[in-house]
C-alpha cells in the first residue's frame, strides 16, 4: 500500500484526474507505468514517435489515426493527464457506480466513444466525414485485395446508408444515427480498463 | 450424389430400427405369410401379371410411410390455426399429435408397434440436427462467448446432474419415493440423463421468440455442448453403475473423471480433424461440382460414427466439425453447392426433428413403459426446474466478475427457464440396462414427463414471459455497410488502445488468432481464388449490390417492365455501373440498332456488337402478366426447341452433372446474329410498307403456342424456323416484334423465304392463311409504317421511362386498349427464352 500511494503522490491532480475518468488508484497507477515506460527519455511527456516505437501499433492500419488522437491540433506532445483522459474512452460503462448529480458527462459516455470513433475519420477536422476521408480509412483497412474502383463504391455506398440530408458526407450526428443499433459499450471498452 | 446416399442410409436407419420389432412381432405371421405364397408360385399354370408382394417392401415401406407422416404431421401443424401455432410451439403441437397418431396404432395393434428405438435417434436422427445447427452457427458470437458457454455446459450440466441425482437420493432416504429399488449410483445415472439442456427442443422454441443474439447464443451453445457433456457423464456413471458400489475407490473416481476429460475433448478435436479434412477436400472438388455438397454430409456424418467408434463423444465431433469447416467450406465450394447444402441440412434438420417429436409423441401411448411413482416424478420435476434456475444463477454470478457486458437477471430469468429437456434424455433413458436398473421404466416415464413438462408447457409459457419481461429482444436491422466498416474500424482501436496499454487483453488474442488464421490455416485450408476475394467488407458490399440487384429488378417487373442489360463476365460490377451511369446505357440495343440503321450499315457484323463495350444481350423482362402462365410454357417450349435444336453439335437436355445446359457463348452470339438479321429483314419489309390485318396476331399466337411445342418444324423448314423464334425471342423493342411476324405470316410483303416455311408447314397451309389475304392492312399497321431510325431513337426513352414496349403505344395513342393488351401478351411471351 505504502508504494501504490508513493506512486500517487508523484502524479499531480491525481484526485482531479481519478473523478474524472473513473479510474480507480490501480488503473491510475498501472497506466502511469506504462507511460513511463514509453516515454524512453523521461521528459515526462510523450511524442508521436514513442508511440511509434510499439511494434504492433506500427502494423495497425489505422495507427496513425488512432496516434494522432492522443494530440490536440498543432500538439507535439501528450502528458499523463491527457493521455490517461484518452484512454478512459474505452473504460466500460459501470452501472453500478452511483450517478452524481450534475456531473458532467463521462468520458466513457456513449457519444464520447463515439465521436472518439469519428475523429479518426474526420481528420480535417470539420465536423464531417467526406468522401476522401472515408476512402483513405477504406484503403487503408480493405488492404490491397480491392481494388480502388470497387473502394470508390464501398465509399459511396457508405456514405448514401448514413447520409440524411444528402450532402455527400457524413456529420457527427448522421453518424451516431446510423450506429444506433450497435452496441457501442460493447465494442469501444476494454475489459481491464474497469 | 452422396446426400443422397445420407438419405438412404437415414431410411434402412429407419427400417431397422422402427420396424425391427414389427417384423420381430410378425414373424410368426409372416411363415403363415409365405407358405400360401410359395404354394401359388408352385400351382402356378400362367404368367401372373401382377402379384402383390408386401413383404418384398414392407420395411421400407412402413419407414418412408413414418416419414410421409411426419411430414403431412408438420403441414398440418404449421397449416394449423394461427391462433394456435402462436401460442403452443411447434414442438408441443408435434408431441400432441404425437399422442393422437399413437393412439391410433396402439388401438389397431393392442401395443405400441413404433416407438422411438435409442439407436435409430441417436444414428439417424440426431446427427444432421446437430451438424445444421453447428454448421449454422454464427460463429464469431459463439467463439467471442465460449467461456460463458463452456462454464454453463461443462459445470452448469455436472451440477445439474449432480443436485438432481443427490436430492432425489436424498427424499428417497427420507422415505418420500416408497419402496424403489435405486441406490445412489442409479440417482446420479438418472440425474446426469436429465441433466442436459435439448438443442433440438430450445431451438425450437427460442426460434420462434426473438431473444436478442447474445442471449440466443448463450443458450444455445450451451444446450448444443453441454449434450456432448451429458452422454459423457452418463457413459461415466453407467460404467460406475455396472461396477457397482463396493468396488469404487478413488482410483476409479479419477479415471472417471480423466475418461470425462479424454471423452469430451478428443471428440472434439476429431471433430476439428474432420473439418479439415472436409476443407481439404473441398478445395479440390473444382471439377465433381455437382456431388461436392454431399461431402459436407458425409464428412460430417464420418465424424459422428468415428468419434463413436472410438468411444469419444460423438455430440462433440459432430458440433466442431460442423463450427470449423464452415468458413472454409463455403468459400472453397461454388455457391450453388453452399446453396444446395444449406437446403439440403435445413431439409434433413426439421425432417429429424419433426420425427423426434412426433416419436415422442407416439411413444407416450404405451402400457407397458408406464409405472406411476408421485413422489420420484414430481420430485424430479421441481428439482430439475429449481436447481436449473440456481445454477444458472450461480455461475452467471460467477461469469459476471469477468464479464465485458455482464449478462442481466431478465436475461438470466429465461436462461433458467428455458431449460427444455427432450429426446436425447429420452434416448439416453431407453438405453438404460434393466439389468442393472430394475426401474427402468420408472425413469423412462419420468423422463418422457419432464420432456413433456418442459417443452410443452414451459414452450407455451416461454413467449410470453419474454414479453411479459420486456427481454431484449433481437434487432431486426438491415445489413448496414456502414456499421460493419465500423465493426472493423472498433476491433483496430480497440486493439491499439491495447497495445498503448501495454496490455495483453482480449483483443490481443482475437488478432493473434486472426493472423495465424489468415497466414497458415487459410492458405492451407481455402482455395488461393477464394482466399483472394474474401474481404469481409467486400463480400457484404457484393451481397448488399446483389440485393439492390433482385430488388432493382423485382421493382421493375413490379412497375411493368424492365430493360436489364448483362454481359457475360463480371456482371456485378457492369451492373453496378449500368445501375449507376446513364439510363441510356440500359437499352444498348436500340442503340445499336439505330445507329446502325442511320448509317446504312445493313451488313454490319455481329462481333463488332459483341465486343462493343456495351453489354451484348440485352433482355427485356415483363413481370405484368404473370397470369398466361401456360402460355409462357408452351411458347417458351416451342422457343427452346427451334431455338437451339438446329445447332450441329446437339447437347442433351439431360445432364447428370450439370444444371445449365445450353448457356454457352456460340449460342448468345447465334441468338444476337439471329436476332439482327431478322431485325434487319422486317425492317426492310417494313419499309415496304405492306402490313397485315391486327387479328391475324392472335390466329398465329394460338396457331404458335398449340402447334409449335409439338408440331416440330421438318427437316426444310427447321433453320429458318429458328430465325423466327429467335427474332421473337430477343426482339428487344426496337421494332414491334408482333408487327413484324406479322408482316411475313400474310406473305404480303417482300418474298421473303426466312419466315415463310417456319409458320405454315410445307404440308398444310393453315385456314387462316386464306382468310387474311383478304384483309386490308389495319388502322394500326398503317399507323406504324412511318417509322423511321429517326423516329425510333426519340421514341427510345420513353420506352425506359415507363415500360417498355407500352411506351411505343403511347405513342401511337389511337390504339385500342385491346391491342395492348395482346400487344403485351405477344411481347410476354417473346421475352421467355432469352430470359430462360
Redesign the interface.
Known amino acids: 500500500m505504502g508504494s501504490t500511494n508513493s506512486t500517487l503522490l508523484k502524479i499531480p491532480n491525481v484526485e482531479v484526474l481519478m473523478q474524472e475518468t473513473g479510474f480507480s488508484p490501480a488503473h491510475i497507477i ?2 502511469h507505468d ?1 507511460f513511463k ?2 516515454d524512453k527519455e523521461g521528459r515526462g511527456h510523450l511524442c508521436p514517435h514513442d ?1 511509434g516505437a ?1 511494434k ?2 506500427a502494423m ?4 496513425d489515426r ?1 496516434i494522432g488522437a492522443f494530440f490536440s491540433p498543432g500538439k507535439e506532445t501528450v502528458d499523463f493527464h491527457t493521455f490517461v483522459k484518452i ?1 478512459a474512452h ?1 473504460r ?1 460503462v459501470d452501472k453500478d457506480r452511483p450517478k452524481e448529480p450534475n456531473s458532467p458527462e463521462p468520458i466513457n459516455s456513449r457519444s464520447n466513444k463515439l465521436k ?2 469519428f475523429q ?1 475519420y474526420d481528420q480535417d477536422k470539420d465536423g464531417k466525414i467526406s468522401r476522401d476521408e472515408l476512402l483513405q ?2 484503403r487503408a ?3 490491397m ?2 481494388t480502388d ?2 473502394l470508390e ?2 465509399a459511396d ?2 456514405i448514401q ?2 447520409d440524411l440530408d444528402r450532402d455527400d458526407t457524413i456529420s457527427f450526428e448522421e453518424f451516431r444515427k ?2 444506433e ?3 457501442i ?10 | 450424389m452422396a446426400s443422397s446416399v445420407y438419405l438412404c442410409l437415414l431410411r434402412a436407419v429407419f427400417l431397422v430400427c422402427f420396424v425391427n420389432p414389427l417384423i420381430q412381432g410378425l414373424s410368426e405371421d409372416e411363415s403363415v405369410f409365405q407358405n400360401p405364397h410359395h404354394q401359388q408360385e408352385e400351382n402356378l399354370t400362367g404368367l401372373p401379371i401382377v402379384t402383390f408382394k408386401w413383404h418384398h417392401v414392407e420395411t421400407p415401406y412402413l419407414v418412408i410411410i413414418w416419414v410421409f407422416v411426419a411430414g403431412l404431421a408438420k403441414l398440418s401443424v404449421v397449416e394449423l390455426n394461427h391462433h394456435v401455432i402462436s401460442v403452443v410451439p411447434e414442438s408441443g403441437l408435434l408431441i400432441i399429435l404425437g399422442f393422437i397418431l399413437g393412439g391410433i396404432v396402439w388401438g389397431a395393434d393392442r401395443a405400441q408397434t413404433f416407438k422411438l428405438l435409442p439407436p435409430t435417434f441417436f444414428y439417424y436422427l440426431l446427427p444432421q440436427i446437430i451438424l445444421d445447427a453447428s454448421y449454422f452457427m454464427p460463429n464469431k458470437l459463439f467463439f467471442s462467448n465460449l467461456g460463458a458457454i463452456l462454464i454453463y455446459a461443462i459445470f452448469g450440466t455436472c451440477w445439474n446432474a449432480a443436485t438432481v441425482g443427490l436430492s432425489l437420493w436424498g427424499c428417497y432416504e427420507a422415505g418420500v419415493m416408497g419402496n424403489l429399488d435405486i441406490g445412489l449410483l442409479q440417482f446420479l445415472l438418472f440425474g446426469s440423463l436429465i441433466a442436459a439442456v435439448d438443442p433440438v427442443a430450445v431451438i425450437a422454441v427460442f426460434e420462434e421468440v426473438h431473444v436478442n443474439e447474445v442471449l440466443f447464443i448463450l443458450v444455445f451453445g450451451e444446450s448444443l455442448l453441454n449434450d456432448g457433456v451429458t452422454v459423457v457423464l452418463y457413459n461415466v456413471f453407467d460404467a460406475f453403475v455396472a461396477l457397482g458400489g463396493p468396488r469404487i475407490d478413488a482410483a476409479e473416481i479419477f479415471k472417471g473423471i480423466f475418461s470425462f476429460v479424454v471423452v469430451a475433448f478428443g471428440g472434439s478435436f476429431l471433430g476439428i480433424g474432420f473439418a479439415i479434412l472436409l476443407s481439404l477436400l473441398t478445395r479440390c472438388t473444382k471439377h465433381i461440382q455437382i456431388i461436392e455438397a454431399g461431402f459436407v454430409f458425409v464428412v460430417g456424418y464420418l465424424a459422428y460414427l468415428t468419434a463413436e467408434m472410438l468411444s469419444l463423444s460423438a455430440i462433440l465431433s459432430i458440433t466442431f466439425c460442423g463450427i470449423c469447416c464452415q468458413k472454409y467450406v463455403n468459400a472453397n465450394m461454388d455457391e450453388k453447392s453452399v446453396t444446395t447444402v444449406r437446403h439440403a441440412m435445413k431439409l434433413l434438420a426439421n425432417g429429424s426433428e419433426t420425427m423426434i417429436f412426433l416419436f415422442l409423441g407416439v411413444t407416450a401411448i404405451d402400457t407397458e413403459i408406464w409405472v406411476w411413482n408421485t413422489g420420484f416424478i414430481l420430485l424430479t420435476l421441481l428439482f430439475v426446474f429449481i436447481y436449473r434456475i440456481i445454477g444458472t444463477f450461480l455461475f452467471t454470478w460467477m461469469l459476471n466478475k469477468f464479464r465485458l457486458v455482464p449478462i442481466e437477471v431478465i436475461d438470466q430469468v429465461v436462461m433458467s427457464y428455458g431449460g427444455l429437456r427432450g429426446a436425447v434424455a429420452y434416448g439416453l433413458a431407453a438405453l438404460l440396462d434393466e439389468d442393472k436398473i430394475p426401474e427402468k421404466n420408472l425413469m423412462i416415464s419420468t423422463t418422457l414427463i419432464v420432456v413433456y413438462f418442459t417443452v410443452i408447457l414451459q414452450g407455451i409459457t416461454m413467449k410470453p414471459l419474454v414479453q411479459w419481461l420486456k427481454v431484449k429482444r433481437a434487432a431486426h436491422s438491415d445489413l448496414k455497410l456502414i456499421e460493419k466498416l465500423n465493426n472493423r474500424a472498433f476491433d483496430h482501436i480497440l486493439a491499439a488502445v491495447e497495445d498503448i496499454c501495454g496490455r495483453i487483453g482480449d483483443n490481443w488474442w482475437t488478432r493473434g488468432w486472426n493472423r495465424f488464421e489468415e497466414n497458415y490455416i487459410s492458405w492451407l485450408l481455402m482455395k488461393p481464388k477464394a482466399r483472394k476475394n474474401r474481404d469481409y467488407l467486400f463480400s457484404i458490399f457484393h451481397k448488399l449490390n446483389l440485393e439492390d440487384a433482385i430488388n432493382y429488378v423485382s421493382e421493375g417487373e413490379r412497375q411493368g417492365s424492365l430493360a436489364f442489360s448483362r454481359s457475360d463476365e463480371a456482371a456485378n460490377v457492369d451492373f453496378k455501373k449500368q445501375f449507376g451511369s446513364e439510363f441510356a446505357d440500359v437499352m444498348p440495343n436500340i442503340m445499336v440498332d439505330m445507329s446502325n440503321y442511320e448509317l446504312g450499315i445493313e451488313h454490319f457484323s455481329v462481333t463488332s456488337i459483341v465486343k462493343d463495350t456495351i453489354p451484348s444481350v440485352s433482355l427485356d423482362i415483363h413481370g405484368q402478366d404473370r397470369k398466361n402462365a401456360m402460355d409462357d410454357i408452351n411458347a417458351h417450349h416451342l422457343l427452346q426447341q427451334h431455338l437451339y435444336r438446329s445447332r450441329k453439335h446437339h447437347r442433351h437436355k439431360y445432364s447428370r452433372s450439370h444444371f445449365s445446359i445450353n448457356q454457352n457463348e456460340d449460342e448468345v452470339q447465334e441468338i444476337f446474329q439471329r436476332t439482327m438479321r431478322s431485325r434487319l429483314e422486317s425492317f426492310k419489309s417494313t419499309k415496304m410498307g405492306v402490313n397485315p390485318a391486327k387479328k391475324i396476331t392472335k390466329h398465329h399466337k394460338k396457331e404458335l403456342t398449340h402447334k409449335m411445342p409439338n408440331g416440330h418444324p421438318d427437316g426444310t423448314g427447321h433453320l429458318y424456323g429458328d430465325e423466327v423464334d429467335i427474332a421473337v425471342g430477343s426482339e428487344t423493342g426496337a421494332i414491334n416484334s408482333t408487327f413484324m411476324r406479322d408482316t411475313y405470316t400474310v406473305g404480303a410483303g417482300i418474298e421473303n423465304p426466312v419466315f415463310l416455311p417456319d409458320m405454315d408447314s410445307p404440308t398444310h397451309s393453315p385456314p387462316w392463311l386464306m382468310e387474311t389475304e383478304a384483309v386490308a392492312p389495319s388502322q394500326r399497321a398503317q399507323r406504324r409504317l412511318p417509322w423511321t431510325p429517326n423516329r425510333l431513337r426519340r421514341l427510345a426513352p420513353m420506352r425506359i421511362s415507363t415500360c417498355s414496349t407500352d411506351s411505343f403505344l403511347m405513342a401511337d395513342v389511337s390504339l385500342t386498349l385491346e391491342e395492348h393488351e395482346e400487344h403485351s401478351q405477344t411481347d410476354h411471351v417473346e421475352m421467355r427464352p432469352v430470359f430462360d
Open positions: 498501472r497506466l506504462r515506460a514509453l508511440f510499439i504492433e501499433l495497425n492500419p489505422i495507427g488512432i484512454l474505452f466500460p472518439f470513433a479518426l480509412v477504406l483497412m480493405l488492404g485485395q480491392v474502383e470497387q463504391s464501398i455506398r457508405t446508408e448514413a446510423s450506429l443499433k450497435i452496441n459499450d460493447h465494442k469501444m471498452s476494454i475489459r481491464f480498463l474497469r
